[in-house]
């Protein structure tokens, strides 16, 4: 029941998001275990998700990030740092 819920309200996220397809957002950095990738919460939307890491940045530091792909269908939503 939780797995169908999370789906549901990523659908929605993607249609709330697909309009706003190659916009930039601030993000806050979360610790991620990675070197080559980082943990980010988007702001605007309370998203947690991963990006390819954009420098040093340390956790809690914002990062600008650009929305690149969301795909309702398939739940996918993909963010990029903002070079």
Not at 4 to 9: L, Y
Not at 60 to 67: A, C, E, N, Q
Request: proline share 8%; with cysteine; charged share 25%.
């Amino acid at each position: 029941m939780i797995r169908i819920e999370r789906q549901r309200e990523r659908y929605w996220l993607c249609r709330y998001l697909q309009p706003r397809i190659g916009e930039g957002s601030d993000a806050l950095a979360l610790p991620a275990p990675g070197h080559r990738t980082l943990n980010v919460e988007v702001l605007a939307f309370a998203f947690q998700t991963e990006i390819r890491q954009p420098g040093n940045v340390a956790p809690g530091d914002t990062v600008s990030v650009r929305l690149g792909r969301c795909d309702p269908r398939q739940g996918g939503i993909s963010f990029s740092p903002v070079q």
